[in-house]
């Protein structure tokens, strides 16, 4: 029996935690992908069955489930618990390009890939999906699919052949600072710019030396201090302008971008003012 948690959820993807407390040494019967899935254990073992090959599936060793697959598993060492990443078939196009079927589905899981799981966790409680969890979930896709299939010939970064990182993170950067409508989230960003989401990502680290979640709450924390500097009273409806999910994640960011609280900060900035 698999019962399932909600941790997150983003634009095109969910995160779930799964707990299967099945104890079975048989197969399964057949079951039919539905969605394009990373599984990923975090405790436990199974074996699962697809495309007429079997393989153990543990915290060394993931698979991608697709569509229509067919699927068979067995649990001689008992239950397990899994993290599921289920993709919409836009996302998986656009990180899988012109991969297709991958090649195999299973997913060898170093230890710089569990890290990389970890932190996805970690994320889920960011209270930010449409940046630092979907900065947190693309090298884990990214990372999969390339051990799973080999490289597209075509991808998102590729439909402006020349275009720099430098170019590529001054667009996001124009289009942040004028609250475009598509910077609300990495992936439509990234749409906009006609990159794909992980070079989007990877062009703020290689250029500023800072994620694009990271510059793209430093912008929203100079907006806040504005605010705060001209006398803001409602921290409630400060976090809802500026698109934070709530005061306490407000809250959260401004301390560790700016070392204080927004009430605390106000009070300097009021008296620096001398309003």
């Known amino acids: 029996m698999r019962s399932g948690v909600r941790l997150a959820s983003g634009p095109g993807f969910v995160v779930h935690a799964v707990t299967c407390v099945d104890d079975h040494r048989g197969w399964s ?5 539905s969605a394009h899935q990373l599984v990923l254990v975090r ?39 899994c993290t599921v990443l289920r993709l919409s078939p836009r996302l998986w196009e656009i ?7 991958p ?12 890290l990389t799981h970890r932190r996805l966790l ?11 969890l979907t900065e947190a979930l693309l090298p884990l896709l990214a990372t999969s699919l390339s051990r799973a299939a080999p490289p597209p010939s075509v991808g998102g970064g590729s439909r402006r052949p020349g275009r720099t990182a430098g170019a590529v993170v001054d ?12 910077a609300g989230g990495l992936v439509t960003l990234a749409e906009l710019l006609s990159v794909s989401p992980y070079r989007l990502s990877r062009a703020f680290t290689s250029e500023l030396g800072v994620s694009l979640t990271h510059y793209r709450n430093r912008v929203r924390v100079g907006r806040a201090l504005d605010r705060l500097e001209a006398g803001e009273e409602s921290l409630a409806r400060l976090a809802a302008d500026l698109g934070f999910a709530d ?22 900035l009021s008296r620096a003012s001398g309003s």
């Open 122 to 132: 970690a994320a889920t409680r960011s209270g930010d999906p449409a940046y630092e």
């Open 43 to 81: 405790r436990g073992r199974f074996r699962r069955m697809a495309d007429g090959r079997g393989a153990v599936v543990d915290p060394a060793m993931a698979y991608l489930s697709l569509p229509g697959q067919e699927e068979r598993f067995a649990h001689p060492a008992g239950g397990d618990v």
């Open 95 to 101: 990180l899988a390009g012109e991969r297709g079927r």
């Open 29 to 33: 019967p057949v079951e039919v992908g």
């Open 171 to 182: 667009a996001a950067r124009e289009a942040i600072a004028s609250d475009h409508e598509a």
């Open 103 to 114: 090649a195999r589905s299973t997913v060898y899981v170093d230890a710089r890939l569990d």
């Open 247 to 268: 005061q306490a994640h407000l809250t959260r960011t401004i301390r560790r971008h700016a070392g204080d609280t927004p009430a605390a900060l106000r009070r300097v």
